[in-house]
C-alpha cells in the first residue's frame, strides 16, 4: 500500500501532537504541518510569565522547533504558511507562503484541522488604536514587552476577567504596573460559580488591582492624561472608557475578552459546524468528510457531564484529540470521552480550580444536584505552612454521583481537583469520595483529606444523618427581626426557621450572622428545653463540623434541623 500523506493545519498544541504521535504510529506516512506563524509547537499557556518576567529566556517556550520535528520524527513543517483553501472534491490544499507571496496546491489523503481559537476583538469605537493587544502567541508577547519597555510604562487595563486576563494582571503587576480590569459581568472566571470566585475578587483588590465588576469597556480614545510620573509623553497612552462613563488612562491595554474558534476554512469547505460555531466533529474526530480530521480549540466537543455540545478551549483537550485522530487515522480505534473543562488558574497567592459541571451550568441543563461545601486545610495543621481551600462538590441526588467540583485557596487546590476529575471521569460517587485513599504524609496531606471530607459531608446528606441547607436559602427567606435585635432562643414560632450558631461566644464576637441565636456546642445538650420544637431549626459554625455535630445531637432529640452548609465560611463567599 502507499504511503499515506497526512496534512496539518496549524502546527501548535493539537497539530504537533497529532504529526508526533502520527510518527510513532506509521514510520512511512508523510507528514507535513503548515503552521501560518513563524513558531510551532510554543507554550503559548508560558506566555503571561514571559511578560512577568517569570519565565525569563524566550527559547524555554519554543517546546520543539521545526528542526526537532524533522530530525526526531521527520516531520516537515513549513512555518509562515498559511493554509488558504481546501478543495474537498480533489483531496488538496492551497497554501501561500506568506514570506514570498507564492500559491501551491498540495494533495492529500488526509487532512487535519488543528487552526485553534482567535483571541475576540470586539468592534467597540477605537479598538484599534496602537497600544491595544491580544495574547495568542510570541509575537504579541513580543510586542507588548516592546511597548512596555519603551514606554516605561505604568498603567494597564485589561479588558476581561477569564484566565488569560486573569494571568496577565497578576504579571503585569509584577512587573510593577498598576492594573485596573474592567469585566463586563458581575465576577471574574465566568466559567466557575460566584460565590467560588469571591475570594480571588478580594484577593485581586488587596494587591492594589482596581476591579471594575459590571463594569464593561465601552471605547477607546487616544490619551488626554499624562502618566503620573509624566514618563509617558501627552497623547501616547489611551483613554478606556467604561459603560458606566468612567475613564480609566492607560499606557497598555489587553484585550482578553475570551476566543472564537477559527472555522473559516472548514466552513468555506462546506464542512458541518456545531451550534456552538465549533467545527463539528464526532468522538473519532472526524468532520463531516470522512478524510478530513479537527482537534483542539477549534472543535466542537460534547460536554462530559451534560452531554452538551460545548466549546472548551484548553491545552489538555487539544493535546489528546490531536492524539486520538492520530491514532484513528492509523486503524486504531480511539475515542474522546468528551471535554470535562478541567483547569486550573493562579492568582497571586490563591489557586482555583475546577471540573465538571458547575451549579449554573447544571441548572441550565435541568440537571438534578446537590451540592456541599467543605473547609479543609491543605496539610496537617501542626505542620508548619497549612492554609485553608474551599471545596464545592456537586453531585446526583439520587444516587451520588459527582457532576462537578471546585476548589479555591492554596495551590492544593489544584490536586484535589485533579483528584475529582479522574472521579468524574470514571462516573465515581461521592461514597468513592470517602474511600478514595490518597497519599498522607503530614507536608503534604491529612489522613482525612479534603477530597475525603468533601465525600464524607455529601454521603452524611444522601444516607439521610443530616439534612442541608444553603446559605442562598438563608439569604432568600431571612428579614430583620423586628427593632434590630436578634430572635431569641425558644422564641415564637413563625415562618422563619431559627438560625443556632454553635461556635464559642469569643468566635462570635468577631462576627456574626444577622438574625441568630448563639447556643455553643459545649452547651447545647444543656439548654435543649430552650429551642423551639414546632419551628425548624438551622445550625452553623465555623465550616460547618460543630454544627454538623450539632444537627446530629438535635435530631435524635426530636428536633426539626438543618445545618448550614460550610458554616460562615461559606457564608463569607456568598456576601
Ligand atoms: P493553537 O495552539 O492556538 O494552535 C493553532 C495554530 O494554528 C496557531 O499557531 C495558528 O497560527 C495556526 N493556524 C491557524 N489557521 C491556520 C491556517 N489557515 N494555516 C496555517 N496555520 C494556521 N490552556 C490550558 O489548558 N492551560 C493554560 O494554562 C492555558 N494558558 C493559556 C495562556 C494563553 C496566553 C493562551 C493564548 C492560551 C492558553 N491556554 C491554556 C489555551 C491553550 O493554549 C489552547 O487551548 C491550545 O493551545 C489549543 O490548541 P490548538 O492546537 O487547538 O490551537
Known sequence: MAAKRVLIVGGVAGGASCAARLRRLDERAEIVIFERGPDVSFANCGLPYYVGGVIQDRQKLLVATPERFRDWLRVEVRVRHEVQKIDRANRS??????????????????????????????????????????VRNLEDVDRIQAWIGSRKAERAVV????????????????????????????????????????????????????LQLSNPVAAFEPA??????GRVAEGEGLTVVARDGRRFAADVVILAVGVRPETRLAEESGLEIGSTGGIRVDDQMRTSDPAIYAVGDAVEVRDFVTGRPALIPLAGPANRQGRIAADVICGRDA???????????????????????????????????????????????????????????????????????QAVGTAGAAKRIDVL?????????????????????????????????????????????????????????????????????????????LVVDVRDAAEVAKGAVPGTVNVPLPELRARLGELPRDREIWVHCGVGQRSYYAARILKQNGFQVRNLSGGMKTYKLHE
Not at 458547575?358 to 501542626?382: M, V
Request: negative net charge.
Open 421 to 497: 476529575a479522574m472521579a468524574i471521569q470514571k462516573k465515581a460517587t461521592v461514597y468513592d469520595l470517602e474511600e478514595a485513599e490518597l497519599c498522607y504524609a503530614p507536608q503534604y496531606g491529612s489522613a482525612k483529606d479534603a477530597v475525603n471530607m468533601a465525600g464524607f459531608v455529601a454521603g452524611n446528606v444522601l444516607r439521610g444523618d443530616v439534612d442541608p441547607v444553603h446559605w442562598t436559602e438563608w439569604k432568600a427567606c431571612w428579614r430583620a427581626p423586628t427593632e434590630g435585635r436578634a430572635p431569641a432562643a425558644g422564641g415564637s414560632g413563625g415562618e422563619m426557621p
Open 224 to 229: 488626554s492624561l499624562p502618566a503620573p510620573s
Open 93 to 134: 490544499i492551497e497554501v501561500q507562503n506568506l514570506q514570498s507571496g507564492g500559491t501551491v496546491t498540495e494533495p492529500y489523503d488526509v487532512l487535519v484541522l488543528a487552526p485553534g481559537a482567535a483571541p475576540v476583538r470586539p468592534p467597540l469605537p477605537g479598538i484599534d488604536l496602537p497600544g491595544i493587544f491580544c
Open 335 to 405: 475515542r474522546f470521552r468528551g471535554s470535562q473543562g478541567t483547569c486550573v488558574v493562579g492568582v497571586f497567592d490563591l489557586t482555583l480550580a475546577m471540573t465538571g459541571a458547575t451549579e449554573k451550568a447544571l441548572q441550565a441543563a435541568g440537571i438534578p444536584c446537590e451540592k456541599s461545601y467543605t473547609h479543609s486545610l491543605d496539610h496537617a495543621g501542626y505542620y508548619p505552612g497549612a492554609g485553608m481551600m474551599a471545596l464545592k462538590l456537586l453531585y446526583a441526588p439520587i444516587d451520588g454521583r459527582l457532576l462537578g467540583a
Open 159 to 210: 479588558v476581561g476577567g477569564g484566565y488569560i486576563g486573569l494571568e496577565m494582571v497578576e504579571n503585569l503587576s509584577r512587573r510593577g504596573l498598576h492594573v485596573t480590569v474592567l469585566e463586563l459581568l458581575d465576577q471574574v472566571m465566568p466559567t466557575m460559580d460566584p460565590e467560588m470566585v469571591a475570594p480571588v475578587h478580594a484577593e485581586l483588590r488587596s494587591k492594589g488591582v482596581d
